[in-house]
C-alpha cells in the first residue's frame, strides 16, 4: 500500500488529517480482511485458532478496551477477560519495540505486558515503568515457524467507561479498493465519489466532512483522524505502535455529509481514547453500520431512515432529533444514549441495551423494544423507567 507512505508526506505538517482504513466482518458476502482487524478477528488458542495474527507490515488492530468492572462489547467478542485485551504477532524478522505511557493514557489503562509462546512476562509497563525503550526481539532460527508473542494491555483499575486502542504494524498489504476510484479523489478537496470502492485505504489527506459518498463500498474503514501522521512511522526495524491518546487518533469528521447507502460494516470511526466521531446532520439513509464502535458519536439531527446498526457500541452515543424510522438497532449497546426530539417510527431495538437511555420529548411509534434493557431510561414524559426493565419502560412501583 504505498498510498500511505505518500499520505505520510502529504500530511506531515498538517495539524489534523483524516485517514480511513480496512477491517472485516459484517453481512452479506463473506469479506477476507486485507487491512487492519477488530477484535472479532484476532488469533485466541482454542477459542479461535483461525484468527488473524499480527506481524510487520499487516497494517493495525484496533481494541475497545471496556473498564474493568464493564462488560464484554458486542464489536468484538472481546479477546480477554473484562478488562483485559490482547493480541498475537509473530516475528518474521528481527526488530525493536519502543513504548511509552502517557499521564493521560494511564487514566485508562493501568499495564501493557508481552509475553512469549511460553507464557513468560519479559516486560511490564505501567505507572512505575513508564517507558519500554528498544526492547529487541530476535529471529534467530529462520527454518523453524516464526516465534510468536502476546502482548496484553488492562485496563485501569479507575477506568468507568471504554477506551479505543490501536496498534499499527506498518503498511505492506494488498488493498482491496478501486484504484480507478482512488484517483479521483483530489488532496486537500471535500471527497466526492458515489457508488466508489474505497475499502482498505487510508485516505487522510482528504476531507470527508460534507463528503457525497451516495452508495460508496468504506467497508473495515478506519474513518479517523490521525492528528499526528509521523505515529504511523515505523522505521525497518521497528515491529509495531500503540496509539492510545486522542492526541494521536480523533474521531472521524463526516458532520454534514451526504452518505446514503454507504456501507461501513466492520467500520473504525472512534479515535483512541475517548474522542468521538462527528455524524451530525449526516444523511446516512439505508447505510450499514454493522459491529461498529460509535461510542459518544455525534449523530444529532442525523437522517437515519431504514440505516442497519445491528451489534453496535454506542455507548452514550448522541441522537438527538435524529430521524430513525425503520432504524435497525437490534442488539446494540446504546447504553445513556440520547433521543432528546428524536423520530423513532416503526424503529427496531430488540435485544438492545438502553440502560439509561433519554427519550424525552421524542416520538415513540410501532417501535420493537422485545428484549431490550430499559432499566432506569428517561422515558418520553418524563418519568424514568424501572430497573428492571425489560421490553418496555416499566412504571416505578409506588413506595
Given amino acids: 500500500m504505498r498510498h500511505i507512505k505518500s499520505w505520510v508526506r502529504h500530511t506531515a505538517g498538517a495539524m489534523a488529517t483524516t485517514l480511513l482504513v480496512a477491517c472485516g466482518g459484517g453481512s452479506g458476502p463473506a469479506f477476507v480482511p486485507q487491512f487492519n482487524v477488530t477484535e472479532r478477528e484476532l488469533y485466541e488458542p482454542v477459542r479461535a485458532e483461525a484468527g488473524i495474527v499480527a506481524q510487520r507490515g499487516s497494517g493495525g488492530i484496533s481494541l475497545q478496551l471496556e473498564s474493568a468492572l464493564g462488560s464484554p462489547l458486542p464489536q468484538g467478542g472481546d479477546t ?53 525503550s528498544n526492547h529487541w526481539l530476535y529471529r534467530q532460527d529462520y527454518v523453524k515457524p516464526a516465534p510468536r508473542y502476546e502482548v496484553r494491555i488492562i485496563a485501569a483499575a479507575g477506568a468507568v467507561d471504554t477506551a479505543q486502542v490501536f496498534a499499527w504494524f506498518g503498511d505492506g498489504l494488498v488493498t482491496t479498493a478501486s484504484w480507478n476510484d482512488l484517483a479521483k479523489l483530489r488532496v486537500g478537496s471535500v471527497v466526492s465519489c458515489a457508488n466508489c470502492n474505497l475499502s482498505g485505504l487510508q485516505l487522510g489527506a482528504y476531507k470527508l466532512e460534507a463528503a457525497y459518498l451516495a452508495g460508496a463500498n468504506l467497508r473495515n474503514a478506519w474513518l479517523v483522524r490521525i492528528l499526528d501522521p509521523l505515529a504511523l512511522s515505523l522505521d525497518d526495524y521497528k515491529l509495531f505502535n500503540i496509539l492510545w491518546d486522542s492526541t494521536q487518533v480523533a474521531g472521524a469528521k463526516m458532520k454534514a455529509a451526504y452518505l446514503a447507502g454507504v456501507d461501513f460494516t466492520g467500520a ?25 464502535n460509535l461510542d459518544r458519536v455525534n449523530m444529532n439531527s442525523a437522517f437515519l431512515s431504514q440505516a442497519q446498526l445491528t451489534t453496535a457500541s454506542m455507548i452514550e452515543a448522541q441522537l438527538n432529533s435524529a430521524q430513525l424510522t425503520e432504524t435497525n438497532l437490534s442488539g446494540s449497546n446504546l447504553y445513556k444514549a440520547q433521543f432528546k426530539k428524536a423520530m423513532l417510527t416503526s424503529t427496531n431495538f430488540s435485544n438492545a441495551n438502553l440502560a439509561g437511555a433519554d427519550f424525552s420529548n421524542a416520538l415513540i411509534q410501532d417501535v420493537n423494544f422485545s428484549g431490550a434493557d430499559l432499566s432506569g431510561a428517561t422515558w418520553t ?3 424514568i423507567c424501572a430497573t428492571p426493565s425489560r421490553g418496555s419502560c416499566q412504571q416505578i412501583p409506588p413506595p
Fill in 80 to 132: 480477554a477477560s473484562v478488562g483485559v485485551d490482547k493480541f498475537y504477532f509473530d516475528l518474521v524478522n528481527s526488530g525493536y519495540i519502543t513504548l511509552s505511557m502517557s499521564d493521560r493514557m494511564l487514566q485508562v489503562i493501568d499495564a501493557v505486558e508481552l509475553y512469549d509462546a511460553n507464557q513468560h512476562l519479559l516486560w511490564r509497563m505501567d505507572a512505575t515503568n513508564r517507558e519500554i
Fill in 268 to 292: 473504525i470511526v472512534t479515535g483512541a481514547g475517548h474522542s468521538p466521531a462527528d455524524f451530525e446532520a449526516a444523511h446516512l439513509y439505508q447505510a450499514i453500520f454493522h459491529g461498529v
Fill in 381 to 383: 414524559d418524563g418519568r
